[in-house]
């Protein structure tokens, strides 16, 4: 079931851009504990700030960085894939490394090295689909 949550939220991290103009399915990958998961999403969105389950958008990461899951099935206060869209961004003067879990986000926000800003007019729903 991570497998399918975390590709799901990778598909939906993608699909980030182009969510309006896009109704169909899509795949993708993504991290969720250090992991990387796939899915296979029809990603819908809900209203604005309504997202209950964290999502991490690297803005400016490593070529190889994914979206983040911060929960899938089994793994603490799932919704069901509500994702409450948060944006990370490397500070200035910092290189981008590659993040893999939301522990890892919360470990170089304390560092000083990102800035996380919660973006509810990105939120989404994407549910694991098997």
Known sequence: MRLLLAAS????????IALP????????????????????VTPAPIAAG??????YKVTNGTA???GIAGVAPGDGPHHGGA??????TFNDGVTPYLLTSDEAVFAAEAAGDV????????DFRC???P
């Not at 103009?21 to 296979?40: I, P, R």
């Not at 309504?50 to 999502?55: A, I, K, N, Q, R």
């Not at 800035?115 to 990105?122: E, K, N, Q």
């Open 64 to 66: 190889s960085q994914l």
């Open 83 to 88: 994702w409450a869209v948060n944006t990370v």
């Open 115 to 122: 800035t996380i800003t919660r973006t509810p007019d990105a």
């Open 21 to 40: 103009a896009m109704a169909t399915t899509g795949k993708g990958e993504l991290f969720h504990d250090g992991t990387v998961v796939g899915t296979v």
């Open 50 to 55: 309504s997202g209950t389950d964290p999502f």
């Open 127 to 129: 549910p694991v689909q």
């Open 9 to 16: 939220l990778a598909a939906a991290s993608a699909l980030l």
